[in-house]
């Protein structure tokens, strides 16, 4: 699914203060909602006045790619982790300060009724994934497993994994995986979260010959298709080429990615 993206500059509609770093900022607009769909992205940062306001020659001038976490009529929410200078900007933003986006952009998560159906997230790779069960959970069976580092970084899903044990079950997320494929029969994987977890869950998935559907994370300096540094190497290991995660992606078919080149 592709969309003509649009570059707009919008007021935060609201803001919502969660644990660990974490921040959901809230904008209104109608248009931008109907076109935007599960797993897509858009690229946003604080309008460069606010820039100017807050006399800082060191704030990035890079838009930062945000996925969208939810959307509904006019309302479309990011979900963001305050871990580095891009975000820290996002982090500073109140309701009523203007925010510059460019999307949506991307091609999101393929949409299915009538399947068994397991949502993989890991740490930031929470929030697309929210949108997407809201579309899925009428018509589809799903179950959901997302981890993090520790209490702070897990949020509402079916089980929890934390590394140090802080919630739920202690270890990488991907360790139940099997087991819960078995028991629950499950036939469609989505997936979005950090490399390491997306490898392990492809494999996995490989093993029990299950479709999945994968959100890649990469550093993207323009969002549009333009500077290819966001490339992934896609293909078989003696027919292969790139791809960009932020116009052909970020979801790709995880079968169809070269995990060995990444």
Not at 57 to 82: A, T
Not at 159 to 173: C, H, N, Y
Not at 219 to 236: E, K, L, T
Request: charged residues 20%; proline residues 5%; contains cysteine.
């Amino acid at each position: 699914m592709i969309t003509q993206p649009e570059r707009r500059e919008i007021a935060i509609y609201s803001r919502e203060e969660l644990c660990g770093g974490y921040f959901i900022l809230w904008i209104w607009d109608e248009e931008l909602s109907k076109k935007s769909f599960p797993g897509q992205f858009f690229e946003i940062r604080a309008h460069a006045s606010l820039h100017d306001a807050w006399d800082s020659q060191h704030l990035p001038k890079l838009f930062k790619p945000i996925s969208v976490y939810d959307n509904s009529g006019g309302r479309i929410g990011f979900f963001i982790k305050n871990v580095g200078p891009g975000t820290s900007a996002l982090a500073r933003l109140k309701a009523g300060d203007m925010l510059e986006l460019i999307g949506p952009l991307g091609n999101g998560f393929p949409i299915v009724q009538g399947r068994r159906v397991m949502l993989l997230s890991g740490g930031i790779g929470y929030p697309p994934l929210w949108y997407l069960q809201k579309e899925l959970i009428k018509h589809n069976l799903i179950f959901w497993l997302h981890g993090g580092a520790c209490q702070e970084d897990v949020f509402p899903c079916d089980e929890m994994w934390t590394l140090d044990g802080s919630m739920g079950k202690k270890g990488m997320v991907t360790q139940g995986m099997a087991e819960l494929i078995e028991a629950k029969k499950i036939d469609l994987i989505y997936s979005c979260g950090p490399i390491s977890m997306l490898k392990a869950s492809a494999q996995i998935a490989q093993q029990f010959g299950i479709e999945h559907y994968a959100s890649l994370e990469a550093y993207m300096a323009c969002g549009i298709g333009v500077c290819h540094g966001c490339v992934v190497p896609v293909g078989r290991v003696d027919n292969w080429d790139y791809l960009r995660v932020c116009k052909e992606g970020p979801v790709f078919n995880a079968a169809d990615v070269l995990w060995s080149k990444i």
